[in-house]
T-cell receptor
């Protein structure tokens, strides 16, 4: 049973560039959430996708956008990268909101902005 | 002040010790409480998931929630070197499939 898979595992970008991160949810899950984890801190919620729509959003600027595909996989896009965007980006999947299903996390994409 | 506070540690204990990890929170609307374990260079792994107040036990792990004090705990019995990791508490105001608010994590080191 494949868990949550994320790609790439590591990425180095320059300030001002754009980046796309990818996530495949755990088998049987249809909801994908994205979190940002700065070094030494807990994850912070970015947004959640269900039925190909953004359902909830945390306190992140519009430079952060996402997409969910019909097969439930998801992408996180970040435009105009800042040094402060350097972090571990975690994808988490669950069953539909309201189902009581807890989140299962992938191992993340480590983004470094130079 | 953060919504969820957690002592960052590091907490160093000898193998076999009982470990107590704690979080305090300020939002009384939190109803679902979770503990995740995160090894270096890995994603968080769900350990315990509880609703409202009370205790829940799973093997060597016991989670306690005291909503009146806005305080949650995770106890690890007979700690092992393999328990060395960062422990994150997380909570939500509705079903756990929605937005989680995390503490900053406590780094635990269990020495052989």
């Amino acid at each position: 049973d494949a868990g949550v898979t994320q790609s790439p595992t590591h990425l180095i970008k320059t300030r001002g560039q754009q980046v796309t991160l990818r996530c495949s949810p755990k088998s049987g899950h249809d909801t994908v959430s994205w979190y940002q984890q700065a070094l030494g801190q807990g994850p912070q919620f970015i947004f959640q996708y269900y039925e190909e729509e953004e359902r909830q959003r945390g306190n992140f600027p519009d430079r952060f956008s996402g997409h969910q595909f019909p097969n439930y996989s998801s992408e996180l896009n970040v435009n105009a990268l800042l040094l402060g965007d350097s972090a571990l980006y975690l994808c988490a999947s669950s069953s539909a909101p309201g189902s009581g299903s807890p989140l299962h996390f992938g191992n993340g994409t480590r983004l470094t902005v130079t | 002040q953060k919504e969820v506070e957690q002592d960052p540690g590091p907490l160093s204990v000898p193998e076999g010790a009982i470990v107590s990890l704690n979080c305090t929170y300020s939002n009384s609307a939190f109803q679902y409480f979770m503990w995740y374990r995160q090894y270096s260079r890995k994603g968080p792994e769900l350990l315990m998931y509880t609703y409202s107040s009370g205790n829940k036990e799973d093997g060597r792990f016991t989670a306690q929630v005291d909503k009146s004090s806005k305080y949650i705990s995770l106890f690890i019995r007979d700690s092992q070197p393999s328990d060395s990791a960062t422990y994150l508490c997380a909570m939500s105001t509705n079903n756990a499939g929605n937005m989680l608010t995390f503490g900053g994590g406590t780094r635990l080191m269990v020495k052989p």
